[in-house]
């Protein structure tokens, strides 16, 4: 089945730089990556998505890009702020069924 | 629309009880899910739907089981509770082409 490793675990960076976090899968089947982010004590929350036919997708501040040959893909941040501190989490799956998350991904905005 | 409702939000049951947490989703997704979540394990899959009379296995399904009896709910039947099931349990839905929304989540303690 799909296994999905997301890097880092833990993530700090300044108000105003950019953030990055890196996903990999092993099916390449899969078809469907979404990301969410998770505030302590939340729901996740669906941020951005992407499907294979695509390589790069932007929503604002955030983009996610693709890379089918070597089965990764990963969130950009830019210009962060105070309120994107939260936990993030990759996802893969074929079709959108049998999601499949990462493991997650805090990451600290500082002031 | 109220989204995705799972019931109850905390439940403490004792070891070999057994229980049901509830989800009804009111925006006619074909697609649910239930996961599990663990402190720095992620979100793992129990048991998924792809429609009203189909279910399969995920990640995690051992001591559970699930049943789609209608479009709307997707019950989770813990057979007799363990330790190591205690976790926050979250119900998703969605449309076949993704977008995962998810419940508020069930804290469940086994002691």
């Known amino acids: 089945g799909e296994n999905v490793e997301q890097h880092p675990s833990t993530l700090s960076v300044q108000e105003g730089d950019s953030a990055v976090i890196k996903c990999t899968y092993s099916?390449?089947?899969?078809?469907?990556f979404p990301w969410y982010k998770q505030e302590l004590g939340k729901r996740p929350q669906l941020i951005i998505d992407?499907?294979?036919?695509?390589g790069e997708k932007k929503d604002q501040r955030i983009a996610v890009t693709l890379n089918k040959t070597a089965k990764h893909f990963s969130l950009h941040i830019t210009e962060t702020q105070p309120e994107d501190s939260a936990v993030y989490f990759c996802?893969?799956?074929?079709?959108?069924?049998?999601?499949?998350f990462g493991q997650g991904t805090r990451l600290t905005i500082n002031p | 629309n109220a989204g995705v409702t799972q019931t109850p939000k905390f439940q403490v049951l004792k070891t070999g009880q057994s229980m049901t947490l509830q989800c009804a989703q009111d925006m006619n997704h074909e697609y649910m899910s239930w996961y599990r979540q663990d402190p720095g394990m992620g979100l793992r899959l129990i048991h998924y739907?792809?429609?009203?009379?189909?279910?399969d296995q995920g990640e995690v399904p051992n001591g559970y089981n699930v049943s789609r009896s209608t479009t709307e709910d997707f019950p989770l039947r813990l057979l007799s509770a363990a330790p190591s099931q205690t976790s926050v349990y979250f119900c998703?839905?969605?449309?076949?082409?993704?977008?995962?929304?998810f419940g508020s989540g069930t804290r469940l303690t086994v002691v």
């Open positions: 998703a839905s969605s449309y076949s082409w993704g977008g995962y929304t």
């Open positions: 992407i499907r294979s036919n695509v």
């Open positions: 996802a893969a799956s074929k079709g959108a069924q049998k999601l499949v």
């Open positions: 739907s792809v429609g009203a009379g189909i279910t």
């Open positions: 099916d390449s089947a899969s078809n469907y």
